[in-house]
């Protein structure tokens, strides 16, 4: 299976001083976050602004019945512009995703920029195709309306 692309971009009318706030915060990721994950972090970054270098692990259960560890590193950070994080253990081969944060006129176009790859070859690519690449746009059409709700629009 080849590495995918997938972007998803959505307009917020807030200050980009105000979405840099709460995006920028590890924990603020429970929020937006479908319940159906039961995603927890494990690591004690309650309050800590995020670095690069930061490393956050999570429990997550992408499926039901199925409770995977997962490790993500902060690898870039420039403020109020965007960061990267990338998987460093858990359920992808491989997986880059950048968070773009925009100050526009009436508030902030955010774009988040996912490259991911599923293991298992043949296996996988079929998982992906099953499973996989659903369950990622569920999450990111849940984040939108996450988002709505959390600022109010």
Do not use: C
């Amino acid at each position: 299976m080849q590495v995918k692309r997938k972007e998803w971009q959505q307009f917020v009318p807030k200050s980009i001083e105000e979405i840099w706030q709460f995006f920028s915060r590890p924990e603020n990721l429970n929020a937006i976050t479908p319940e159906d994950l039961s995603f927890e972090i494990l690591s004690d970054i309650q309050g800590v602004p995020m670095y690069a270098g930061m490393v956050v692990q999570y429990r997550v259960s992408p499926f039901p019945g199925v409770k995977m560890n997962w490790v993500t590193e902060i690898v870039q950070v420039v403020d109020h512009a965007y960061f990267i994080d990338e998987q460093r253990f858990g359920p992808y081969a491989f997986w880059h995703h950048q968070h773009h944060f925009k100050a526009v006129e009436g508030g902030v176009m955010m774009t988040d920029i996912l490259h991911y790859k599923v293991p298992y070859g043949p296996i996988g690519t079929l998982a992906d195709l099953l499973l996989v690449d659903n369950r990622i746009e569920e999450i990111f059409r849940y984040r939108v309306k996450a988002v709505e709700r959390i600022f109010g629009f």
